[in-house]
């Protein structure tokens, strides 16, 4: 059974205006996932289906055996953890510490476990230094990270970044999506809403292309990202690494969606190809 499923989900925000369409998807527990179109393609939309934030208007939408036509949103919270775009949407404690406690104290834990967690996390995310800091003093790279550790600690099955590395420069983009990697090794499900087809490259496994309110297509990472009519048709454009290596499988070069794979990929090449001569 998918861990989130849309089934003949249809959305409209006014009558007859639809702005998802007959949207059939399913989603496995330990998916990295990246959702992909550009603006008004209905990204947004399907996220706030999924969160509970908006109910289909037909179909329905279901996570982790909840439907979430029929679920509370603060039900849904704790089955989902929602990265917000822009961190300052989402700090508002006055210290690191007690954003992270926030969130575990709605979940009615004991005083000790909301401590074991609030200890577990900082050392996880490497926050001990900053733990009485105002988060809103720290680097936007370190308050997105805040906000994403601050979700870890209620431990929900399924997170989902919008945008998470919009206004990040190379390192704090870096930092945000390797932590979203390594949080998906640990068997978390990731769905990553972006704009950043690099990003998309390089981490996702599965990349959902949205148009106009349709699922366009659903593939492996490799097979959607070397479709450039298709990423053409919804205003996209692959990665130069991607264009690149692609233009080169009829050297029989394989493709590659990174630079450092497109290396690798360049290395054994020229070995196989000393080897021969």
Same mark, same amino acid.
């Given at each position: 059974m998918a861990l989130i499923s849309l089934e003949d989900v249809s959305f409209a925000y006014l009558k007859l205006d639809y702005v998802l369409k007959n949207v059939?998807?399913?989603?496995?527990?330990?998916?990295?996932?990246?959702? +992909?179109?550009?603006?008004? &393609?209905?990204? &947004?939309?399907?996220?706030?289906? +999924?969160?509970?934030?908006?109910?289909?208007?037909?179909?329905?939408?279901?996570? =982790?055996g909840v439907d979430t036509g029929r679920a509370r949103v603060s039900e849904l919270a704790q089955k989902i953890g929602f990265i917000f775009q822009n961190p300052h949407d989402q700090l508002f404690s006055n210290t690191v510490a007690e954003e992270i406690v926030f969130g575990l104290k709605n979940l009615g834990l004991s005083p000790e476990e909301i401590e074991t967690r609030l200890e577990e996390t900082l050392t996880h995310f490497d926050l001990q230094a900053v733990? =009485?800091?105002?988060?809103?003093?720290?680097?936007?790279?370190?308050? /997105?990270?805040?906000?994403?550790?601050?979700?870890?600690?209620m431990r929900p099955r399924i997170r989902l970044l919008d945008e998470p590395t919009t206004g990040q420069d190379h390192r704090d &983009?870096?930092?945000?999506?390797?932590?979203?990697? /390594?949080?998906? /090794?640990?068997? +978390?499900? +990731?769905?990553?809403?972006?704009? =950043?087809?690099?990003?998309?490259? /390089?981490?996702?496994?599965?990349v959902l292309v949205l148009n106009n309110g349709n699922v366009m297509r659903d593939g492996p990472t490799a097979e959607i990202m070397a479709d450039f009519d298709l990423l053409e048709s919804c205003h996209l454009t692959p990665p130069q690494v991607v264009r690149l290596s692609a233009r080169l499988q009829d050297l029989g070069f394989p493709l590659?969606?990174?630079t450092d794979e497109l290396v690798e990929r360049a290395e054994a090449w020229l070995a196989r190809r000393e080897r021969v001569s």
């Open positions: 059939n998807l399913g989603f496995e527990p330990g998916e990295f996932t990246a959702i +992909i179109g550009n603006n008004g &393609s209905g990204k &947004s939309t399907l996220m706030k289906l +999924i969160l509970g934030l908006l109910k289909p208007s037909r179909g329905r939408v279901v996570v =982790d733990r =009485d800091v105002f988060p809103r003093f720290l680097a936007r790279g370190d308050k /997105q990270k805040v906000c994403i550790a601050s979700i870890v600690a &983009s870096r930092q945000i999506l390797e932590l979203a990697s /390594q949080l998906n /090794q640990e068997g +978390i499900t +990731i769905l990553l809403v972006t704009h =950043d087809l690099i990003n998309v490259a /390089q981490y996702a496994r599965r590659a969606l990174s």
